[in-house]
């Protein structure tokens, strides 16, 4: 399961996501208003806590600034 991301930032949409570069692979994570503008310019090195929801027809990441909000 993945806890974190730490990496580039490729892409922040206004719609809440975020795509982020972890040893080449991109990832894309929903993120809230918030947390969206909070985080760095595109380009720039991103982290983020995780929560990986897994359901047998989709997986979805979760982008939050804490663990404590992550909880």
Same mark, same amino acid.
């Given at each position: 399961? @993945?806890? +974190?991301? /730490?990496?580039? #930032? %490729?892409?922040?949409?206004? =719609?809440?996501? @975020?795509? @982020?570069?972890?040893?080449? %692979?991109?990832?894309?994570? +929903?993120?809230?208003?918030?947390?969206? +503008?909070? #985080?760095?310019? =595109?380009?720039?090195?991103?982290?983020?806590?995780? $929560? *990986? $929801? @897994?359901?047998?027809? *989709? &997986? &979805?990441?979760?982008?939050?600034? =804490?663990?404590?909000?992550? /909880?």
């Amino acid at each position: 399961m @993945i806890a +974190s991301l /730490r990496g580039a #930032l %490729l892409d922040k949409d206004l =719609t809440g996501e @975020i795509v @982020i570069e972890v040893g080449g %692979l991109g990832y894309r994570v +929903s993120v809230n208003p918030a947390t969206l +503008s909070a #985080l760095p310019d =595109t380009g720039d090195v991103a982290f983020v806590h995780v $929560h *990986h $929801h @897994i359901r047998d027809d *989709h &997986q &979805q990441l979760y982008g939050f600034p =804490t663990a404590d909000e992550r /909880r």
